[in-house]
């Protein structure tokens, strides 16, 4: 059973930076491209970063230049380094991998951007 498990979300002021963590576990042999959405009730769930086995990284345009992406493929884990964190980014945060070509999802860690 393959699972991703999220962490690192939590309350934080306008300004401020948090690190949300993924680690996959289980029976893996690969991981693809790994992203994190985000998602606010009422609205689609929408990519926030994403990075290939490669390294290349991608991310929407309302977070570019303060969240970075980074995985450690050694430990099936991807990271996503916010900074400057505003109160439009409060959501519910989600990983995703691509893991034996399925799309996994995790349970959602909360983000709450607030003073």
């Known amino acids: 059973q393959v699972q991703l498990v999220e962490s690192g979300g939590g309350l934080v002021q306008p300004g401020g930076s948090l690190r949300l963590s993924c680690a996959a576990s289980?029976?893996?042999?690969?991981?693809?491209?790994m992203a994190w959405y985000r998602q606010n009730p009422g609205k689609q769930r929408e990519l926030v970063a994403s990075?290939?086995?490669?390294?290349?990284?991608n991310y929407a345009d309302s977070v570019k230049g303060r969240f970075t992406i980074s995985r450690d493929n050694a430990n099936n884990t991807v990271y996503l380094q916010m900074n400057s964190l505003k109160p439009e980014d409060t959501a519910v945060y989600y990983c995703?991998?691509?893991?034996?070509?399925?799309?996994?999802w995790g349970q959602g860690t909360q983000v709450t951007v607030s003073s």
């Open positions: 289980g029976r893996i042999f690969s991981i693809g491209t």
């Open positions: 990075i290939t086995s490669g390294g290349r990284t």
């Open positions: 995703n991998a691509n893991i034996g070509l399925q799309f996994r």
